[in-house]
Every structure is written in C-alpha cells, then in structure tokens.
C-alpha cells in the first residue's frame, strides 16, 4: 500500500522520530511504536490484511468519523486514517494520532 500523510508533523514524526511543534511532541516508546505501525501499513498488500493483526486493532470508525479508520498505537493512542482505491494501488492517508480517553477504553 501506499501511505502518505495529512499534515506535515505526521510525515516528520515518521521520519525523523520528532516534531518541531511542540503541541505534536510524543514519548519514544510511542514515537517508535508509531513508526513500526505506519511500516507495517506501507508493507501489507491491502487493508484486509490488518484483520489477522489483532495486536493493531484495526476498526472502521461510526458516528462522527464515519469514513475513518484506525489501528492502535497502544493502549493510548491510535492512528486514524482514509484509505482510497486508486486502479490496483491502495492508498492509505494517515490524518491523525490521537490519545483515547478513558471513555474508549
């Protein structure tokens, strides 16, 4: 698949394992687990496959993010992203990492 990112932080928090923005700024442990999350979107052959994965969580999303989807970082936070089909590719647009509350666990 192919993963590109929303906003420019999420490419950085990928890349270089931090962000300049302070607002966007995570501890390691999550930084790296965030990185073995988008390697693994980068590396399966369609989103099917993130089923088997039960250590991701992966969920499409209701209600007021219906057309979302998400996979878990940990228990604290999860990835949210689109995921559209263009010819044979799949492309998946990660849009957000957000903590969960204690709501959603």
Not at 26 to 52: G, N, S
Not at 84 to 105: D, F, P, R
């Amino acid at each position: 698949m192919i993963v590109t990112f929303d906003k420019e932080y999420l490419e950085k928090l990928y890349t270089s394992g931090k962000s300049d923005d302070k607002k966007h700024r995570f501890q390691p442990d999550v930084v790296k687990r965030y990185r073995k999350c988008i390697d693994t979107l980068k590396h399966v052959p369609c989103i099917e496959a993130l089923y088997p994965i039960h250590s991701l969580n992966y969920e499409v999303l209701k209600g007021d993010k219906a057309g979302k989807s998400s996979i878990r970082v940990n228990d604290k936070y999860r990835i949210e992203f689109t995921v559209t089909e263009q010819g044979a590719e799949t492309i998946v647009y990660i849009c957000n990492i957000l903590e969960l509350s204690n709501h959603y666990k």
